[in-house]
């Protein structure tokens, strides 16, 4: 059943969806070599035909009816480029029971629903891929199931969010305090007018449970990754870093071992010497590390209209060369590993603490004191003047290995001290 | 004709070979999971079954006479690890006329005779996979072929040596000439005692022209690639490349444009901006700049037992996936572009220039007047003292970009004049 040519519906006519009719039109000659099919892109579902387009496209194309296209026989696959969860859920459902294959860009709902629909995909005999969803022009999730076909993936740290990448190395690089940053940020339209889905960290949380799911074989939920954003950090923060080799980043950490699995996104030092520290700007990063093969990183544009619909279209090529293949139906994830998540007991990594407290003697001993009851020690510790007329001095620590949960018991127990003024800071360090 | 296990011969049983062993042992949970069959390693061509091995393998299974393996009807998979061009060519000649599949991480053979392997592959409807053979635990060949399906990649830049890039690295960081540095990495095991194809840019080279026949969808050779290594790099270079912003690497480059394609590989100056400035070590990395997605980088580590023998088992993968969906024999990469190979005078980047002069009136006035004769400019200067006592001056240049032919001219020029005594250095600049 070699077709010749293949029809695509597109949803969605934002940047995305504008930059794959672009690619489709600019890369046929291309794209017909390799698939041996041309690819015609019949109709474009928008709200609006009517309004100013960056890119013209005949009027008879543009629907505003869903169902013109999900009920179309004609059309073999739907590109999904509309983004949030509804409608866009119903119509790839829709899509898929009509024994349609679909490609998304679509994070928030592959996070929250992608089990279900590679499930209902697979039923189907239908294609779903969604390469697209994490760090736009990066084929991370090609190089994840294919690439690491053969080793057991046991961590990933993935720069994952441009928006707070940007401003962390803005931040860093001219001194600017994050409302600054943010500000240039969306005069630049790297940040929404509501940041808060990218600068609160749920953006990365999604595309950590993404990569989580592929990377570890198990069904792992947006729900299921902890969350914690870059609203609070401050220059001084930055700077105390650097003194002492960090760089400040967001990081989605993944990792598992025979105790379980952790999934979490938070504002993390990572050491100069690790290559996710060099990654600056809107550019994304993931840090794969494989039990035999080692150390790996990806590097590209984690968004922008060219390099996403990079994605959907190299995704799209895999369908075609599916159905002429005839194997469309099984690019479903083998999910054989148990979803054990840890508690934080067992969550261990170095921490970095920056607090004030009272500039008397005996201070220092007590705290260690309390470090030595939670089985905390230290990696690095460093202390100078505060604010003398009240005679505080700041406090600098870098623990060695512990785990969460004694670092959050240490807190609650500075927090309750006379001695200890304000916790300033307390980051996770990795590298 | 879906298979319940799959036998493979394996051809060598050096350091590769010893990983793919040990991982096919270690994760054949996974892999059953993943391909629904069980592997297993059938026979092994060895030329000493006597010999001491780190890992110890039932002596039946090892064997001396190739054919015990090449015309042994239940061998499914043949996977090539012994290196060189005779006798594995032939071998696996033989192998795919038998119809078996071959995985071989032989980048020799792939760089020299890789066009014709493939197309003996494709008309024998056998598989043919190498990713083992370009960049060790990095996946760059799958991601080339199916990350950038959907787009055009004009430009690739590869750290692709790992014992040229630790020699470089180890010069740099610690100030000690080019001699010092590879006696470390030979006690090290990082570099032969002959060191001469990885220090000459021949390993690299090979690497080149296997990477851009992928990535250009043409068919390079070898012989294709221009080729200069390390020999002559000095520590005072690195020091003035410091200075200036720059990290001395040994890449190898592959551009493409409506006039043609060059691939070479030469000592270059990245931008200290540039990704790959950060790559240390043995580490390998391979810069992919496509028409569509701009800037991405691929990352990890370019040889070691394991990380080899992950690329090869990721093949293995890929093979019996094709053998249980009935696709095998269609992997070969479509080669539709023509090859035009650039001249010199095509060929246009940066170059940095250190050269002692007589330091007298005019010099540079000469010197710049040469320059505009070959429509070169300069994008930095700066002339320091040299040798007092003979009355000469450093100078050192940076241009804008410039033909290859016109700086070998300019090149020329400069050593006829009795201005200029020597020539220190000449590099490309690229970032």
């Excluded at 070699?2 to 695509?8: F, L, M, S």
């Excluded at 592929?214 to 870059?230: A, E, P, R, S, Y």
């Excluded at 190299?314 to 469309?328: A, E």
Aim: glycine letters at 8%; proline letters at 3%.
């Amino acid at each position: 059943m070699r077709k010749k040519d293949v029809k695509i519906g597109l949803i969605g006519f934002g940047t995305v969806g504008t930059g794959v009719v672009r690619l489709v039109k600019s890369y046929q000659d291309d794209l017909l070599k390799q698939t041996g099919t041309t690819i015609q892109i019949e109709r474009i579902l928008v709200k609006d035909p009517l309004k100013n387009r960056p890119l013209s496209v005949e009027g008879k194309r543009l629907t505003t009816d869903p169902t013109a296209i999900l009920d179309d026989p004609n059309i073999d696959i739907i590109i999904e480029v509309m983004g949030g969860i509804e409608p866009a859920k119903s119509y790839i459902q829709r899509a898929l029971e009509k024994g349609k294959h679909v490609v998304t860009a679509n994070k928030d709902l592959m996070a929250l629903h992608g089990d279900e629909l590679l499930h209902l995909a697979e039923a189907s005999g239908c294609d779903l891929y969604y390469e697209a969803s994490v760090a736009g022009g990066v084929p991370i999730l090609k190089t994840i199931t294919d690439g690491f076909s053969s080793d057991r993936i046991t961590k990933m740290i993935g720069i994952v969010n441009g928006t707070t990448n940007y401003i962390l190395t803005k931040m860093s690089r001219e001194n600017v305090p994050f409302e600054r940053a943010l500000e240039e940020a969306q005069s630049f339209g790297y940040a929404e007018q509501d940041p808060s889905s990218d600068v609160d960290g749920l953006d990365a949380a999604r595309k950590m449970a993404i990569l989580a799911s592929l990377g570890f074989h198990t069904g792992m939920n947006v729900d299921d990754v902890t969350c914690k954003g870059i609203r609070n950090i401050t220059v001084d923060d930055l700077a105390y870093g650097k003194q002492l080799g960090y760089t400040m980043k967001l990081v989605g950490i993944a990792k598992r071992d025979e105790r379980g699995i952790e999934v979490g996104v938070e504002p993390t030092f990572v050491k100069d010497t690790h290559p996710l520290a060099a990654v600056n700007g809107v550019y994304n990063a993931i840090y794969v590390y494989g039990e035999a093969v080692g150390e790996t990183m990806f590097y590209g544009p984690g968004a922008g209209e060219l390099p996403t619909a990079t994605a959907v279209l190299s995704d799209l090529v895999t369908v075609v060369k599916n159905i002429q293949l005839g194997i469309t139906g099984k690019n479903k994830s083998h999910t054989y590993t148990e979803k054990i998540l840890k508690e934080d007991g067992d969550i261990y990594a170095n921490f970095f603490l920056r607090l004030i407290v009272q500039d008397k003697c005996g201070v220092l001993a007590k705290l260690a004191d309390w470090m030595a009851k939670e089985e905390i020690s230290l990696e690095k510790v460093f202390q100078k003047p505060y604010a003398t007329d009240k005679n505080e001095a700041e406090l600098i620590l870098v623990t060695h290995s512990a785990s969460k949960k004694s670092i959050e018991q240490l807190l609650s127990k500075l927090k309750q001290s006379d001695l200890i003024h304000e916790i300033k800071s307390c980051f996770r360090v990795e590298g």
